[in-house]
Antibody
């Protein structure tokens, strides 16, 4: 069974940095590298917000406007892992961050399934 | 940017009820819409994609439909495990994905 597990969340001060990781299990190397991966966040008590997407070979990357220039998505297909480097963090970045795989291999623009369980990032002084 | 507006935002219903949730897109998104279910403290789960395709393992009481830019999620006979928050998502404006604001389905 394919599973995604996020880690790296925690408490950080405004202006600080944090690196999130998402480990994929149940994927072969060719499986993982064939899928685009995504980060989605959810502020406490709020709805879902797409953060960033990276294609299977890292050749295509896109960010939501409010994250551009501050967040960097990357992946290591050998390690079956996805990352999100978050810099210049703001109080409003406080949220649970989920990683999610595209539903279909090789797609450009797809629905999200499966999802990880999420990791909480709290930005507070 | 494409906006998705869900209605209602809150819905009270009872086990056995037929429930309908609507998602309206601000522009034409063809059928590039999904529905997700999220329970408290859990990650969202994909229910429906491409407006009307039931995702693997999802009970057949869930269905989706499209009429122009209006999309509907229907639960034919509400079960206790269906009380949750439901979100629509469009992928038409990829890579700028957007989600609806959510509909919280509560037990009456």
């Amino acid at each position: 069974e394919m599973q995604l597990v996020e880690s790296g969340g925690g408490l950080v001060k405004p202006g600080g940095s944090l690196r999130l990781s998402c480990a994929a299990s149940g994927f072969t190397f060719s499986d993982f590298s064939g899928y685009s991966m995504n980060w989605v966040r959810q502020a406490p008590g709020k709805g879902l917000e797409w953060v960033a997407t990276i294609s299977g070979n890292s050749g295509y990357i896109e960010y939501a406007d409010s994250m551009k220039g501050r967040f960097t998505i990357s992946r290591d297909n050998v390690k079956n892992s996805l990352y999100l480097q978050m810099n210049s963090l703001r109080v409003e970045d406080t949220a649970v961050y989920y990683c999610a795989r595209d539903l279909r291999q090789g797609s450009s623009g797809d629905y999200f399934d499966p999802w990880g369980q999420g990791t909480l990032v709290t930005v507070s002084s | 940017d494409i906006q998705l507006t869900q209605s209602p935002s809150f819905l009270s219903a009872s086990v056995g009820d037929r429930v309908t949730i609507t998602c309206r897109a601000s522009q034409d998104i063809s059928s590039y819409l999904a529905w997700y279910q999220q329970k408290p403290g859990k990650a969202p789960k994909l229910l429906i994609y491409e407006a009307s395709f039931l995702h693997s393992g999802v009970p057949s009481r869930f269905s989706g439909s499209r009429s122009g830019s209006e999309f509907t999620l229907t639960i034919s006979s509400l079960q206790p495990e269906d009380f949750a928050t439901y979100y629509c998502q469009q992928i038409s404006s990829y890579p700028l994905y957007a989600f609806g604001q959510g509909t919280k389905l509560e037990n009456k």
